[in-house]
């Protein structure tokens, strides 16, 4: 079975401060996603990696950025959180290439992220 | 207008009866289809994709018309074990990939 780990499951942080959210796979993807899902909104592209040290933006980059130094870990970062960055956040993976597709998508249980 | 488009819901439906409901979707090069399945603060997982020609897992049924553009899921039979959100996917290629996903319909089985 696919085993997509995130790190923290509830946080609670500050405006302003720094926060990382951290996604671990074990299936040797060569794609991983981090999405946000907020309430009557579809989910949302924030970034993806098709490899590593390679990030592309998705549909809602603006207030991130990632990191992505090994093949099974990317990191969410949210270099100076914001009220309106609440939201849950979900890290998924995927085959790369042409087994890419949206059947293929494997998420992490997410994060919930208040922002005070 | 939203890409991907479902009534949010909830459906509150009895246990046993059937229920459906559509997706509809604005790109006509849209090219996959796909029905995920949500449970309250748990991650998607991929309930069943949806094919031209329409297809059945178990009580669970998927159509595509691509005429109207929209997708649709029935449940037959409801288990309370069903309740749920139903998120809608659409999948196309235009100038890259894109994977667009519907807000969900959320379901309700009552005993």
């Known amino acids: 079975d696919v085993k997509v780990t995130q790190s923290s499951r509830y946080l609670v942080k500050r405006t302003g401060e720094k926060v990382f959210l951290e996604c671990v796979q074990d299936?040797?993807?060569?794609?991983m996603f981090w999405y946000r899902q907020d309430p009557g909104l579809g989910l949302r592209l924030i970034y993806f990696?098709?490899?590593?040290?390679?990030?592309e933006k998705g549909d809602i980059p603006e207030g991130y950025s990632v990191s992505r130094e090994k093949k099974e870990r990317f990191s969410l970062i949210l270099e100076s959180a914001s009220t309106n960055q609440t939201s849950m956040y979900l890290c998924?993976?995927?085959?790369?290439?042409?087994?890419?597709?949206?059947?293929?998508?494997?998420f992490g249980e997410g994060s919930w992220l208040t922002v005070v | 207008r939203k890409e991907v488009e479902q009534d949010p819901g909830p459906f509150n439906v009895p246990e046993g009866a059937t229920v459906a409901f559509n997706c509809t979707y604005s790109?006509?090069?849209?090219?996959?289809f796909f029905w995920y399945r949500q449970d309250c603060r748990k991650e998607p997982k991929l309930l069943m994709s949806?094919?031209?020609?329409?297809n059945e897992d178990g009580r669970f049924t998927a159509q595509l018309n691509r005429a109207s553009q929209y997708i649709s899921l029935l449940i037959r039979d409801s288990k309370l074990s069903d309740s749920a959100t139903y998120l809608c996917v659409v999948e196309f290629m235009d100038s890259n990939y894109q994977l667009i996903w519907g807000a969900g319909t959320k379901l309700i089985i009552k005993p």
């Open positions: 299936m040797d993807h060569e794609n």
């Open positions: 990696s098709y490899d590593v040290k390679m990030k």
């Open positions: 790109n006509s090069a849209s090219q996959s």
């Open positions: 998924a993976s995927s085959p790369g290439g042409s087994t890419y597709s949206g059947n293929t998508i494997y």
């Open positions: 949806v094919y031209s020609s329409g």
